[in-house]
Nanobody, 119 residues
């Protein structure tokens, strides 16, 4: 079973920035899309950004360009760079392996990393 590890979460003040990392040893990273999702307390999980296998970004869904995604296939890592963070961005952030960013489901999920932006 593929294991993804999300890291980089923490407590950040409003307006601050944070970079999350998702690593995935054990499979050919460049063959897959990697998506970031988040789930806030009491809310459904929502998608954030996805990096396709050819390193194109997809989704955004009203993050209004505050977040960017990039990948380093040589290091089997996808990064989620978040800027101008707001209290509404508080959530557990998960990464997931997918065949495509447009796929209806994900193949594997990481354990999540907590991001907290106090109000």
């Amino acid at each position: 079973q593929v294991q993804l590890v999300a890291s980089g979460g923490g407590l950040v003040q409003p307006g601050g920035s944070l970079q999350l990392s998702c690593t995935g040893p054990g499979f050919t990273f460049s063959y897959y899309a990697i998506g970031w999702f988040r789930q806030a307390p009491g809310k459904e999980r929502e998608r954030v950004l996805c990096s396709s296998s050819d390193d194109e970004p997809y989704w955004d869904d009203s993050k209004k360009g505050r977040f960017t995604i990039s990948r380093d296939n040589a290091e089997n890592t996808v990064f989620l760079q978040m800027t101008d963070l707001k209290p509404d961005d508080t959530a557990i952030y998960y990464c997931a392996r997918r065949y495509f960013c447009s796929s209806p489901t994900s193949l594997d999920w990481g354990q999540g990393t907590q991001v907290t932006v106090p109000s």
